[in-house]
C-alpha cells in the first residue's frame, strides 16, 4: 500500500499489433482469387515506367503517357474494352487489374519521381496509396497516380490521372468486392519530326521541327463495378499445437478454432463503364501532314463515347483439396450491352451517329488449384444472342510441379486457346475528319499454345510459343484495319535467367520470334534486356544496389504511329533499331525508404545513331531522373 492507504495501480500491458498485409487479385469473374506478394524491395525500384516493366522493347511514341506496342507479339493483350484506348493500357488502372488487401495495421505507399529540370522538359509522377481494415474483415484502399510529362520535344506534353476508391469484405460464406475508377489521358500529338530534322546534329530539340503544333487527344473513362459470393458449406474443427490447461482456464471451457470450408458458391459481378475520346484538331489549313479534310477546314472536334455494362451470374462448385481426384467445377451466364456515339460519315446537325448493341453468352469451366501432383483449369465461353453471335473462346493450362536439375520447386507449364473473335466495333467502322473506314470483316480464328519450363530454385525459365491465326486483322500502310485471308504462323522461343556471383547479379533475357508472312507483321527477329548490378549494405542499414539495364533490338520495320487514331500501323520504308538502350542506375533502402537514381539512355552521348523506336518519334535524350517511396505500417 501506498502513503494514502490504497493499493499502487498496475502497470497496463499494451498489446502490440504487428505489421502484416496480404494481397490478391480476383480473376474468373470472381471466381479465382490469385495472391500477390507484396514488393517492398529495391529490386528494379528504378523501373518506374509502367510500358517497360514487363517488356524488353517496344514501339514508342516517346514520353510517359504516350501510346506504345509491345514488340513481344505474344504480350499484346489489352485489359481495356474500349479499343481506341488500347495502345494506352499500361497507364490505366481496370478493374480486372484491382489488387485487393488486407491489412492488420494501415499501410500507406507514398511514391514521387522526377526528372532532372523542375521547369524545362520535366516529367514529375506523385502517387498516394493507402489501406486500412476497419474491422478484421472489412477494408477500404484508396489510390491516386498523377504524372505529367513536359516531353523533350515541341508540342509532346502528356498528362495521366487516376483515382480509384474500393472495399473488400471477406467474412466465412460471405465475400464482396467493389468501387469507383477514373481515369483521365491527355496527349499533345506532334505528329513526329519532319523528315529533315537533324537529330544528331541539332544539341538542342526546341530547334528541331515537329509536324503538327496545334493537336491533341484527350481520353477520360470512369467504372463502377461490384462482385459478391455467398458460399455453401460448413465449419470445421482446427487443431491447435497449444490448448491451455482446465486450470489455467479459470473453469472455463476451451475456445476451439474453426474454419469455414466451402463446397459450392454464388457469384454475381455487375461493371459499368464509360469512355470519352475527343480529337482536337486547330492545324493550320496550310498544313500537309493530313491528306483529307472530310467535314472541311472549319472542323475541329471529334468526339467518341463509348458505354458497356456487364451482369454475370456463375455457379461454382468448389474442389476437396483432401482428395486426390476431386475438381472443381463453374457455370456462368452473361449479359453485355454497348451504346457507341461517334461522328457519321456526313457533317450536319445530326454530325453524330449512335449505335447500340448486346450480347448473351454461357460458360464454364473445371479446374484443380490445388496439391502437389497436377494442377489445371479448362474453361471457355460462347456467346450465344447479339452482335457477336458464334464467337468462342476455348483456354487451358496444365502445371505439373516436378524435381528437375536439383530445382524442387520446377514445373512445367503448358497453356493454350481456341479462339473465334469477332472484330472490335471500332475495327469495322470509324470517321472523323482526317481518317476514315467501314469494313465488311471476318472473325479472327487464332490458336494459341505456350510452353514453358520455370526453375525458381535456379531463377531460370524457357519458354516457346506458336500461334496460328486465319483472318488475321491488322492496321496496313493507310492506318485502316485490314484482313488478310490466309494463314498467318507466328513463332517465339524465350529465355530468362538470373546469374548470381558474389555480390554481382546478372539478369538476361532473350526473345527469338518470327512471323511466317512478313507483308502484314512486322516483328524485330530478336530482343534483348540485359541487367548487371552489384550489391552492397554499407553501415549495416543502407541497402545498396549499382545497375547497368540494357535493351536491344535487331534492325527492322517498325510500326508507324497515327495520331488520329492511336493505331501504330505498317510501314515499309524505314528500318529502325540495332543500337542498345543503356541506363545505369543506383537503388537504395533504407527501412521503409527507398530511393533510386538513374541515368536514361546514356548512349545517346556516345553512340552515333538517333534512337528512333517508331518513325519520327525518337526516345528522350540522355536525361537524369530520381525517385523516393516511403512506406507507412500505422
Known amino acids: 500500500m501506498n502513503d494514502e492507504g490504497t493499493q499502487p495501480q498496475q502497470p497496463t500491458e499494451q498489446k502490440v499489433v504487428k505489421p502484416g498485409v496480404n494481397a490478391w487479385k480476383l480473376d474468373g469473374y470472381g471466381a479465382f482469387v490469385d495472391s500477390i506478394p507484396m514488393d517492398t524491395?529495391?529490386?528494379?525500384?528504378?523501373?518506374?515506367?509502367?510500358?517497360?516493366?514487363?517488356?524488353?522493347?517496344?514501339?514508342?511514341?516517346?514520353?510517359y503517357a504516350t501510346p506504345y506496342l509491345n514488340n513481344n507479339f505474344f504480350n499484346r493483350q489489352a485489359n481495356v474494352d474500349f479499343y481506341l484506348l488500347r495502345t494506352r493500357d499500361a497507364y490505366l488502372l481496370t478493374p480486372d487489374e484491382v489488387k485487393y488487401y488486407n491489412t492488420r495495421t494501415p499501410y500507406t505507399l507514398l511514391d514521387f519521381s522526377q526528372s532532372e529540370h523542375r521547369t524545362r522538359k520535366n516529367e514529375t509522377r506523385f502517387n498516394v496509396f493507402h489501406s486500412q481494415n476497419v474491422s478484421p474483415y472489412w477494408n477500404f484502399t484508396f489510390r491516386f497516380d498523377q504524372a505529367r510529362s513536359a516531353g523533350q520535344y515541341k508540342n509532346q506534353e502528356a498528362k495521366n490521372n487516376s483515382v480509384t476508391l474500393y472495399s473488400s469484405y471477406n467474412r466465412d460464406?460471405?465475400?464482396?468486392?467493389?468501387?469507383?475508377?477514373?481515369?483521365?489521358?491527355?496527349?499533345?500529338?506532334n505528329g513526329g519530326l519532319d523528315s529533315a530534322a537533324n537529330l544528331l546534329g541539332e544539341p538542342d530539340t526546341d530547334f528541331l521541327t515537329v509536324n503538327l503544333s496545334s493537336v491533341r487527344s484527350e481520353f477520360g473513362n470512369m467504372y463502377f463495378y461490384t462482385t459478391g459470393e455467398y458460399q455453401f458449406g460448413r465449419f470445421i474443427e482446427v487443431e491447435v499445437d497449444e490448448i491451455p490447461e482446465e486450470e489455467e482456464l479459470e473453469d472455463e471451457e476451451p475456445i476451439i478454432p474453426t474454419l469455414f470450408k466451402p463446397f459450392a458458391g454464388i457469384i454475381y459481378s455487375f461493371e459499368y463503364q464509360n469512355h470519352t475520346k475527343y480529337y482536337i484538331d486547330q492545324e493550320d489549313t496550310s498544313?500537309?501532314?493530313?491528306?483529307?479534310?472530310?467535314?472541311?477546314?472549319?472542323?475541329?472536334?471529334?468526339?467518341?463515347?463509348?458505354?458497356k455494362v456487364k451482369n454475370v451470374l456463375q455457379l461454382k462448385q468448389y474442389e476437396n483439396p483432401d482428395r486426390k481426384t476431386s475438381f472443381?467445377?463453374?457455370?456462368?451466364?452473361?449479359?453485355?450491352?454497348?451504346?457507341?456515339?461517334?461522328?457519321?460519315?456526313?457533317?450536319?446537325?445530326?454530325?453524330?451517329?449512335?449505335?447500340?448493341y448486346s450480347n448473351i453468352y454461357a460458360g464454364g469451366g473445371i479446374f484443380?488449384?490445388?496439391?502437389?501432383?497436377?494442377?489445371?483449369?479448362?474453361?471457355?465461353?460462347?456467346?450465344?444472342?447479339?452482335?457477336?453471335?458464334?464467337?468462342?473462346?476455348?483456354?487451358g493450362i496444365i502445371t505439373k510441379p516436378l524435381s528437375l536439375l536439383g530445382d524442387s520447386l520446377a514445373s512445367i507449364?503448358?497453356?493454350?486457346?481456341?479462339?473465334?473473335?469477332?472484330?472490335?466495333?471500332f475495327q469495322e467502322e470509324y470517321y472523323s475528319n482526317r481518317i476514315r473506314w467501314n469494313n465488311d470483316l471476318k472473325m479472327e480464328q487464332r490458336m494459341t499454345v505456350n510452353g514453358s519450363i520455370k526453375l525458381p530454385g535456379r531463377n531460370a525459365e524457357l519458354s516457346a510459343n506458336y500461334a496460328l491465326i486465319n483472318n488475321f486483322i491488322y492496321n496496313d500502310g493507310e492506318g485502316t484495319p485490314?484482313?488478310?485471308?490466309?494463314?498467318?504462323?507466328?513463332?517465339?522461343a524465350y529465355a530468362d535467367k538470373n546469374f548470381t556471383l558474389g555480390n554481382f547479379n546478372f539478369r538476361t533475357r532473350v526473345l527469338w520470334q518470327k512471323a511466317g508472312n512478313e507483308d502484314v507483321l512486322h516483328l524485330p527477329d530478336l530482343s534483348a534486356f540485359v541487367s548487371a548490378k552489384y550489391r552492397f549494405v554499407i553501415s549495416k542499414v543502407l541497402f545498396t544496389q549499382l545497375g547497368v539495364d540494357t535493351r536491344y533490338n535487331t534492325e527492322y520495320y517498325a510500326d508507324a504511329y497515327d495520331p488520329v487514331t492511336g493505331f501504330f500501323y505498317l510501314q515499309n520504308e524505314e528500318k529502325l533499331g540495332n543500337y542498345p538502350y543503356i541506363d545505369v542506375y543506383a537503388n537504395l533502402r533504407l527501412k521503409r525508404t527507398r530511393v533510386f537514381f538513374k541515368m536514361i539512355n546514356v548512349g545517346t552521348e556516345f553512340i552515333n545513331e538517333e534512337?528512333?523506336?517508331?518513325?519520327?518519334?525518337?526516345?528522350?535524350?540522355?536525361?537524369f531522373r530520381m525517385g523516393v517511396a516511403w512506406s507507412f505500417y500505422d
Do not use: C
Not at 524491395?41 to 514520353?63: E, K, M, R, S
Not at 460464406?173 to 500529338?189: K, M, W
Not at 528512333?612 to 526516345?619: E, L, Q, S
Open 413 to 425: 507449364n503448358i497453356n493454350g486457346r481456341i479462339e473465334n473473335l469477332m472484330p472490335d466495333f
Open 41 to 63: 524491395t529495391i529490386n528494379n525500384f528504378h523501373l518506374y515506367h509502367p510500358v517497360f516493366q514487363d517488356a524488353l522493347t517496344v514501339t514508342y511514341v516517346g514520353n
Open 173 to 189: 460464406r460471405l465475400n464482396i468486392y467493389g468501387g469507383f475508377i477514373s481515369n483521365s489521358i491527355v496527349n499533345n500529338e
Open 611 to 623: 534512337y528512333y523506336t517508331t518513325p519520327g518519334y525518337p526516345m528522350n535524350r540522355r536525361t
Open 287 to 307: 498544313s500537309t501532314f493530313f491528306e483529307h479534310a472530310y467535314y472541311g477546314p472549319g472542323y475541329e472536334k471529334d468526339s467518341i463515347r463509348f458505354g
Open 328 to 356: 472443381g467445377k463453374r457455370a456462368f451466364i452473361g449479359q453485355e450491352f454497348v451504346r457507341i456515339s461517334m461522328p457519321g460519315p456526313k457533317l450536319n446537325i445530326y454530325n453524330h451517329q449512335v449505335r447500340r
Open 482 to 492: 485490314s484482313q488478310f485471308g490466309g494463314q498467318l504462323l507466328v513463332l517465339s
Open 368 to 395: 484443380r488449384q490445388t496439391g502437389s501432383f497436377w494442377r489445371w483449369n479448362f474453361d471457355g465461353r460462347i456467346f450465344l444472342l447479339g452482335r457477336n453471335a458464334g464467337q468462342t473462346e476455348l483456354s
